[in-house]
């Protein structure tokens, strides 16, 4: 990883962390009503797909670096046996 990128990868990640909790703690208010709890949970649904989205996203890069490189053989000749 390039170490330029850093500082814009933590300001980015910081200033995600903010939001989250923002939003946590604006889910406070929500739940003061029980019947209407579900907005809060709604939130915390949609929090939790958003969340998901960045590991599906890193799971397709992953497989199509795989499907891009030919898997490396071993040649029996350059086995040495003890």
């Known amino acids: 990883f390039p170490s330029e990128y850093i500082g814009t990868l933590t300001s980015v990640m910081w200033t995600l962390v903010g939001v989250i909790a923002s939003v946590q703690c604006?889910?406070?208010q929500l739940t003061d009503?029980?019947?209407?709890?579900w907005r809060a949970w709604l939130i915390v649904l949609s929090l939790v797909i958003l969340m998901s989205c960045h590991l599906i996203q890193l799971w397709?890069?992953?497989?199509?670096?795989?499907?891009?490189?030919?898997?490396p053989t071993v040649e029996i000749s350059n086995i040495i046996k003890f």
Do not use: C, Q, T
Not at 60 to 71: D, G, N, S
């Open 26 to 28: 604006g889910l406070i």
């Open 60 to 71: 397709w890069k992953y497989v199509r670096e795989l499907r891009k490189k030919p898997m």
């Open 33 to 37: 009503d029980i019947f209407r709890s």
